[in-house]
């Protein structure tokens, strides 16, 4: 074949690269190894030589030829002393630099230890009064009896010692914790140079009390991040007395005073380490009031020192740390151990030999795995939830001796007054009036006897648990549902001797009718409560639950009721962290959510704004207030109540006495202004009923006002026959015609009841007339 001119050399080209495929394929492992090899070895030089020229250029490499000549002459090093009047040659301008070396530092294993300046460290305001401030908490009264002693004691202090003021008392139940425990007090001062010190009594106890709270709230202000670590370094110092019984609780490890030993250690971390005194601990069943008087001379002799020196003294390293609380900081266990080398030692000892207490919950389940922790003990299993109000709680015993049937583990029963008072034939509450609600034919219970407000005018006394979320073992509703119609049963049967009960309404009560899900706590708290409400309906027993309206979620959850109550407590923000004294810290914002979830169901269920007028703390100039939230949830009914004063030491506690009651005159015209606040917004309520016994007064939506008639009243079978069919139906379709007995102006006491006089006695029932206001004066003036 004739290649032609060039072809011959084309040949020749694709043969060598045949050959040179061929060899690739028959060493390409080879090649490509060293070609990788190559390149790794290529980078590795190039960074070896980088880092060379960094360490070559840095000031710290004039450091090391030092310290190879000490390495070299250790004995030069120890035997070398310096002379008293030996010059230190000051550095010129060029050594500036090199004075202090910065080579990297070496890392020992133990935090330095941080010095103090005697001269120039941080001084204390100077001040020259104090102000003891003591809290405390109580169930049973032991601690509120050792309170006032310690309080006596103070007394006696301050009437010889012109620098200590004449000291306050605080139940812990009754104050605002914000105002007290995050910088210290709120309050003004008597004069600017006056520190406090906090004086706290503890009691300890295995269910949720407002200590729980209390730890909780210290917990969360330590914690927080917008916050100081140390928020109530304020403070000139504060400690803490512990109250406990060793027979339940034989250790501090076991649970002996071991709320009270966490507040020693919260306190120290907010307030800087500033114990005043050491914790005291006392046993009620053998040592308390001795424990507390020493406790006590030992504290007024520190206060006496403080007014003297105005500082609580430098002491030994580590007498500030809350080593009596079982460990605060590792940090704080590092901090002493400079001077005193086994106190690290002995810190993590302690810390691997002892379990934490949970109060509330029992042991938790097991945590991740913490390298940094110093326990060789394994984690326990998790345990099964404890109960809200055990049988053997002061909690339970309180409860029991008001007059409570507990039920299961956090549920009860009771009668009211107004049960006893309707059997007797002396009239029923104003339920009866608004609604048609006979009381003895009503059930006053609770699934949850926990709440989430420490209302100052709750006839519980404080004994009811507190908490802001659900934490105990829940019972099943049917076993509640058996438990609360046993126990009513049982109350209404003690009512057959009773002189004056009518014989047809005593058999009438062993048919219950009605059930006011109003007793205590908070309702929907129980996680099972609309299987509750199923169990109600379907025995065809009306359902009227309260709620304090700061647990939106389950509102928006719960499902059809006879008739929805909320509390509408005040009318601001202010008013109503005073008077409800919530455990929320976003307890406005819970509270408008619920208002809006009540305004979205408006027009499924009968809701009503139940408002409680307490003088001094919810009324004076709040009337606009309340239409604005009128105005927000649209109500189908606004009752409006005066206080019930219980007349107990806690009511007083929080400020609360017969003055703080007002007339029913005063909670006419209150209602009178908030209709004509509700007519000048363009709002269609009026005033439809009044129970003058009661001091209550109902305002109704016109959407009950048919055919020229007020229609408040509810019918139940309706209510019954429309649940059972399953459709939709609202609040209207269910209704009746309000009597004119209970019609505004007309007093509202049932003509079949007999009223009678404070000894029984038949009285005549005499009509309330109520005058108009007029125009001009229908201002109120409080």
Not at 325 to 353: I, M, T, V, Y
Not at 394 to 410: C, N
Not at 423 to 439: E, Q
Not at 443 to 471: D, Q, Y
Request: hydrophobic share 35%; glycine share 8%; net charge negative.
């Amino acid at each position: 074949m004739d290649l032609g001119e060039g072809g011959e050399a084309l040949v020749i080209l694709a043969d060598w690269l045949d050959q040179l495929l061929n060899s690739w394929h028959d060493y390409r492992i080879g090649v490509s190894t060293i070609l990788v090899l190559c390149f790794l070895i290529l980078v590795w030089q190039r960074r070896r030589s980088h880092t060379l020229h960094i360490r070559n250029s840095s000031p710290g490499l004039e450091k090391a030829t030092w310290l190879d000549r000490d390495e070299k002459k250790p004995h030069e090093k120890a035997t070398r002393t310096e002379s008293p009047s030996e010059e230190v040659s000051k550095p010129t301008a060029g050594e500036t630099r090199k004075s202090r070396p910065s080579a990297p530092r070496v890392v020992t294993g133990r935090k330095p230890t941080a010095t103090k300046s005697r001269s120039g460290g941080h001084q204390e305001a100077e001040f020259s009064s104090i102000q003891p401030l003591v809290f405390f908490t109580s169930l049973t009264g032991t601690t509120e009896r050792l309170s006032n002693t310690v309080l006596a004691g103070l007394d006696k202090l301050a009437a010889t010692q012109s620098v200590v003021l004449k000291p306050e008392i605080h139940d812990l139940s009754y104050i605002d914790l914000d105002d007290y425990f995050i910088s210290g007090p709120k309050t003004p001062a008597p004069r600017p140079d006056v520190r406090y010190v906090y004086l706290l009594l503890i009691p300890s106890y295995d269910i949720d009390t407002i200590l729980t709270t209390f730890l909780s709230h210290l917990d969360e202000t330590h914690n927080d991040f917008r916050i100081d670590t140390a928020s109530m370094s304020s403070l000139a110092g504060y400690t803490v007395f512990g109250v406990g019984d060793k027979e339940g609780w034989p250790t501090e490890e076991k649970g002996f005073c071991s709320q009270a030993v966490e507040v020693d250690m919260w306190m120290a971390k907010l307030t800087g380490r500033k114990r005043a005194y050491p914790l005291g601990l006392g046993d009620v069943k053998n040592n308390v009031d001795q424990a507390l008087r020493d406790w006590t001379a030992g504290l007024c002799a520190v206060l006496e020192e403080l007014g003297t020196t105005g500082t609580l003294g430098e002491g030994v390293p580590g007498s500030g740390d809350a080593d009596e609380s079982d460990g605060e900081d590792l940090e704080q266990a590092d901090d002493a151990e400079g001077d005193f080398p086994d106190s690290g030692r002995n810190k993590r000892r302690k810390l691997a030999s002892t379990t934490d207490l949970e109060d509330v919950g029992g042991k938790g389940a097991p945590m991740a795995i913490d390298f940094t922790t110093y326990s060789t003990t394994a984690p326990s299993a998790p345990v099964a939830l404890k109960a809200m109000v055990p049988k053997e709680s002061p909690t339970h015993a309180a409860l029991t001796k008001q007059g409570y049937t507990i039920v299961g583990s956090h549920s009860g029963v009771k009668i009211c007054r107004w049960t006893k008072s309707a059997l007797r034939g002396r009239g029923s509450c104003y339920k009866n009036s608004f609604y048609g609600i006979a009381s003895h034919l009503c059930m006053e219970t609770t699934p949850s006897l926990s709440c989430s407000n420490k209302c100052v005018f709750c006839w519980r006394h404080g004994t009811n648990p507190v908490s802001t979320t659900w934490r105990w073992q829940v019972d099943d509703p049917q076993m509640i549902f058996d438990g609360a119609k046993e126990g009513h049963y049982k109350k209404i049967k003690m009512m057959r001797g009773v002189p004056g009960v009518r014989s047809e309404r005593f058999e009438e009560a062993m048919r219950i009718r009605h059930c006011a899900l109003s007793l205590v706590g908070e309702p929907i708290f129980y996680p099972r409560i609309n299987e509750f409400l199923g169990m109600l309906h379907a025995e065809q027993i009306s359902s009227f639950l309260v709620c304090n309206a700061q647990h939106p979620q389950q509102l928006q959850d719960l499902r059809r009721v006879t008739q929805l109550y909320v509390s509408i407590d005040a009318s601001n923000k202010d008013s109503l962290r005073k008077i409800d004294r919530p455990l929320h810290r976003d307890f406005w914002e819970r509270f408008q959510a619920c208002l809006d979830i009540l305004r979205e169901k408006r027009f499924v269920q009968r809701t009503v704004y139940r408002l409680t007028l307490v003088k001094g703390f919810n009324v004076d100039d709040e009337v606009e207030g309340y239409a604005d939230l009128v105005e927000k949830g649209l109500p189908c009914f606004v009752e409006v109540k005066g206080v019930t004063f219980c007349g107990s030491s806690t009511s007083a506690g929080a400020g609360l006495t017969m003055q703080n009651v007002p007339f029913y005159e005063e909670v006419v015209a209150f209602v009178e202004a908030l209709d004509k606040a509700l007519k000048k917004r363009g709002l269609e309520y009026g005033i439809a009923a009044e129970h003058a016994h009661s001091c209550c007064i109902l305002l109704a939506s016109k959407r009950f006002f048919i055919n020229e008639k007020w229609h408040t009243i509810i019918d139940y079978d309706r209510f019954f026959g429309l649940l059972e069919q399953g459709v939709e139906f609202a609040p209207e379709d269910y209704c009746k015609e309000t009597p004119e007995w209970a019609l505004w102006g007309n007093g509202g006491f049932d003509p079949r009841d007999e009223r009678v006089d404070r000894k029984g006695r038949p009285k005549e029932v005499k009509k309330v007339v109520v005058q108009a206001v007029p125009e001009e004066k229908s201002q109120l003036d409080f």
